[in-house]
């Protein structure tokens, strides 16, 4: 059950603003789920499609196409900021 995960511009920039270690555990959580399956995922309300991963306190937004295997992540943020828009 291996995943392509692409980082959006957008998640990359919230990405590159944390410091090493938190970056770290993101990637490394990303990762894992995109080969294993095994994360806190939920499905986030509303017709967006949106999953969201749990990191600690922070929270990775995303999108998986089943078709291409792909997990497009969206957004990286405090958990405190990452469900306003």
Not at 63 to 78: G, H, K, T
């Amino acid at each position: 059950m291996t995943w392509t995960v692409r980082f959006s511009d957008r998640a990359r920039r919230e990405l590159a603003r944390l410091d090493r270690q938190d970056a770290a555990r993101v990637v490394a959580a990303v990762e894992r789920f995109a080969t294993t399956g095994y994360g806190d995922v939920k499905r986030l309300q509303g017709p967006s499609g949106e999953l969201r991963l749990r990191v600690g306190e922070l929270r990775v937004r995303f999108r998986r196409d089943e078709e291409a295997r792909l997990l497009e992540i969206l957004r990286v943020l405090p958990r405190g900021r990452a469900y306003r828009d």
